[in-house]
């Protein structure tokens, strides 16, 4: 079994430093569905690990959150891609939780979902923090200069053999 692990805001869809509060606020960066679909036909199972603490924050409830994720699969399959599945952390950042990334409790439960070690499984992301938690179950960081891409990689500090690319497309055309 193939496995990609994406970062949702600034990977996927636009971030937004107010966040994304609705599916009306959820705009996909161009090219990342029509990515997501090339992964699909060559057989990756696409899921998705994001952190949600507007939800812990108040800012929206997770009725809205799963309006916002039904959005973005719909959109996938409109371009011929499939989200396998989404994991999330709705907690705030000083809920001390397990799921929140850096710390590696959704790719955790990504392993577990799908019985399977995560040695070398790309994880693509746009924040320091999505690397962080994926390398630590041996996953393969990537960052994508999409959203806060471009300020991460100047912070520098990425994990050891860290690859870049401008974007979700461009990262997907090096793996199909
Ligand atoms: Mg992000
Ligand atoms: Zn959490």
Not at 9 to 34: H, R, T
Not at 50 to 60: A, K, W
Not at 103 to 110: D, L, P, T, V
Not at 114 to 131: C, F, H, K, M, W
Request: include cysteine; charge should be neutral.
């Amino acid at each position: 079994m193939k496995l990609i692990i994406l970062d949702r805001d600034g990977v996927i869809n636009y971030d937004s430093d107010q966040f994304i509060k609705s599916p009306e606020e959820w705009k996909p960066l161009p090219g990342s569905l029509e990515a997501i679909a090339r992964l699909s036909q060559a057989d990756y199972r696409v899921v998705v690990a994001t952190n949600q603490s507007g939800v812990g924050r108040g800012l929206f409830d997770m009725a809205m959150l799963n309006a916002i994720h039904d959005k973005m699969c719909k959109a996938a399959a409109h371009a011929g891609g499939r989200i396998d599945a989404v994991f999330f952390c709705p907690h705030a950042a000083d809920a001390d939780c397990n799921c929140r990334k850096p710390k590696s409790g959704m790719i955790e439960e990504i392993a577990a979902r799908y019985n399977t070690n995560l040695e070398g499984v790309p994880a693509i992301g746009d924040s320091l923090r999505d690397l962080e938690a994926a390398v630590r179950l041996g996953a393969r960081p990537v960052l994508v200069l999409t959203g806060k891409g471009v300020k991460t990689q100047a912070t520098g500090g990425l994990p050891q053999g860290t690859l870049v690319y401008p974007d979700l497309a461009a990262a997907v055309a090096t793996l199909v």
